[in-house]
C-alpha cells in the first residue's frame, strides 16, 4: 500500500465563521468530520506498518533459523518471529479500535437534522463509512487468524517430533492465507481511498456553507 499524506483541510481557520451557522449543528458536524478524516489518516499510517512488518517476517524468520540450528528459540517462543507477530497484532487491534471511532462520528453526522448542509453528501459519506468499517471489520478478523496460524507454525517447527511435512505443509498454508490478506488489503486500498474523497466533497460544503453565512 501507498503510503499517503492527509490534511484537515482549513479546520483552522474557519472557527469564527461558524458562528451564524451555529444553531444549525454545523459546528458539530464539521468538528466530526474533522475527526474523520483523522482517524483516516490515523489506519493508513497503521495498515502501511503492518504491510512493513510483514515484509519484515521474512527476513526475521530466515535469520532465526540461520542462527538457530536446534531451533530451540522457535520452542520456547524466543525467536524475533514471534516479537514481529505481537506487533503486528498490537496494530490489528489499533486498526479495530480506530474502526469503532469512525463509527462513534458516523452516528454524529447520522443526526444531523438541519437544513445548511446537504443531507444527500453526508449520507453519501456515511454510507461509504459503512461499507469500508465491514471490510475493515473482515480484514481485521481474518488477518488475526492468520496470526494465530503463524504462531501455531513457528511453535510447532520447534517441536521435538517435528518433520519436513511439519515444516513444508505449514509454509503452504501460510502463503495462502497471505495471499487472501493481500487481496482484502487491495480492497480496503481503493475503499480508503473512496472515503477519502467524500470527506474532501463534505469538508468542501462546509466551507461553502460558512462562506454564504458570513
Known amino acids: 500500500m501507498t503510503k ?4 484537515l483541510a482549513g479546520l483552522g481557520l474557519t472557527t469564527l465563521l461558524l458562528a ?10 464539521q468538528s466530526a468530520v474533522g475527526e474523520i478524516d483523522q482517524i ?3 489506519i ?4 502501511n506498518g503492518l504491510s512493513e512488518e510483514e515484509m519484515n517476517l521474512q527476513t526475521t524468520f530466515d535469520e532465526a533459523l540461520a542462527s538457530d540450528d536446534q531451533m530451540s528459540t522457535f520452542a520456547d517462543g524466543s525467536a524475533p518471529v514471534f516479537e514481529n507477530i505481537t506487533s503486528r497484532r498490537d496494530r490489528i487491534e489499533t486498526i479495530s479500535s480506530l474502526r469503532e471511532d469512525f463509527e462513534s462520528q458516523e452516528e454524529i453526522i447520522a443526526d444531523y437534522d438541519g437544513e445548511s448542509l446537504s443531507g444527500e453528501e453526508l449520507s453519501g ?32 517447527i520447534g517441536s521435538e517430533d517435528a518433520t519436513y511435512d511439519t515444516f513444508s505443509n505449514g509454509i503452504t498454508e501460510l502463503n495462502e492465507q497471505t495471499a487472501a490478506n493481500k487481496e482484502e488489503l487491495v480492497q480496503l ?5 473512496e472515503v477519502k474523497d467524500h470527506i474532501t466533497q463534505v469538508q468542501e460544503m462546509i466551507q461553502s456553507t460558512m462562506a454564504e453565512n458570513e
Open 4 to 7: 499517503k499524506t492527509y490534511a
Open 20 to 29: 451564524s451557522c451555529s444553531g444549525d449543528n454545523v459546528e458539530e458536524i
Open 40 to 42: 483516516h489518516g490515523n
Open 44 to 47: 493508513v499510517d497503521e495498515m
Open 125 to 156: 459519506l456515511n454510507a461509504k463509512i459503512d461499507e469500508f468499517s465491514g471490510q475493515l471489520e473482515s480484514f481485521t478478523s481474518n488477518y488475526e487468524t492468520s496470526l494465530t496460524a503463524q504462531e501455531d507454525y513457528f511453535t510447532s
Open 189 to 193: 486500498d481503493g475503499s480508503l481511498v
